[in-house]
């Protein structure tokens, strides 16, 4: 845990706020096609703040198993960085209702290979959750310098379908992301024991959005 407030010093997130209301510096990727949606699996979610939106499992989204929101991202092995994060997340059904099947997100770093990594460096993800009604997160997690050697660093955004033996329940999940930032923090006053992770859970938004790229085949049935 950290004894003191970390000074911010760098950031290597490019447009995390997405204030422009665009997806500059941010690649997307279906299905692992790559940004070749032309219908709503990413849209640009407004007011009072533009945010990253992903949308799955619609009648107006392409992806049949997931939709990814990535941006590449360099770490530099002598300083310390932490990720902050605003997640919303929301389904058009919930464990209320009959036939429910949770869709799902991963919050994790990948290296180029369709692996996915989490904090510390070990295989794994930094965060998921199934998505059954309305929710926010907001991650901070202190970040393990080994990511730091991997050549082809990614922070990644993926939003799944969720399938059981007959199919997935069609009905749309989304995911919102907003106030992206991996920043250096300077080792004055500083003491980090483990990466260490603060979630805040409460109500989310509506809307339609969720992915996580595995580049390997899924689909509905």
């Keep these: 845990m950290l004894n003191t407030a970390p000074q911010a ?6 447009n995390g706020d997405f204030a422009d209301c665009s997806y ?22 407004s007011g009072p703040d533009c945010a990253a939106q992903l949308l799955v499992d ?26 902050n994060v605003d997640l919303s997340v929301g389904s058009e059904l919930s464990s209320a209702d009959n036939g429910f099947i949770a869709d799902y997100f991963v919050v994790a770093f990948g290296d180029g290979s369709g692996r996915y990594f989490g904090e510390n460096g070990q295989p794994g993800n930094v965060f ?8 926010r997160y907001s991650l901070d997690i202190m970040l393990d310098n080994t990511l730091s050697s991997f050549a ?22 989304f995911l919102q992301v907003d106030n992206v930032s991996v ?16 979630l805040l859970l409460g109500l989310g938004l509506a809307g339609l959005a969720l992915v996580n790229r595995q580049r390997s085949a899924g689909g509905r049935q």
Excluded: H
């Design 9 to 14: 010093v760098a950031g290597v997130i490019a």
């Design 152 to 173: 082809d660093l990614t922070l990644e955004f993926q939003l799944l379908i969720g399938f059981d033996e007959f199919g997935s329940d069609l009905a749309g999940s």
């Design 128 to 135: 998921s959750a199934d998505i059954d009604g309305n929710s």
């Design 24 to 45: 500059s510096g941010w690649a997307k990727d279906t299905d692992g096609f790559g940004d070749v949606s032309v219908m709503d699996d990413f849209t640009i979610a």
């Design 183 to 198: 920043t250096a923090i300077s080792d004055d006053n500083v003491t980090v024991s483990a990466p260490s992770q603060a």
């Design 58 to 83: 619609a009648g107006n989204t392409e992806a049949w198993f997931a939709n990814t929101l990535f941006q590449n991202i360099a770490l530099n092995s002598s300083e310390q960085y932490r990720l």
